[in-house]
């Protein structure tokens, strides 16, 4: 598994196995606060992209399992 996700050097340079491109750095999210921050921004990036109106039709969010309890489209796990 690990070999399929080794990438060149040109993308990784602190390693060959990382999960972020360079130019993205990762985030610990501490707080009920801040994990709803990053949830608002990642269900918010469809629509500001034009790609939907409202959230809740995209097919890949979140959106419908934590704000409509809908996991019909994507089975999420629920954190505990």
């Not at 050097?9 to 709803?36: I, M, N, Y």
């Not at 990053?38 to 979140?62: A, C, F, I, M």
Request: glycine letters at 6%.
């Amino acid at each position: 598994m690990r070999e399929r996700l080794r990438l060149p050097a040109t993308v990784h340079h602190h390693g060959p196995c990382r999960v972020g491109q360079r130019r993205f750095c990762d985030l610990h999210v501490w707080s009920e606060r801040k994990r709803l921050e990053k949830l608002d921004y990642l269900h918010g990036n469809p629509v500001n992209r034009g790609l939907v109106t409202p959230p809740d039709p995209w097919p890949w969010s979140s959106f419908r399992f934590h704000y409509l309890g809908d996991s019909s489209l994507l089975p999420i796990n629920p954190l505990p």
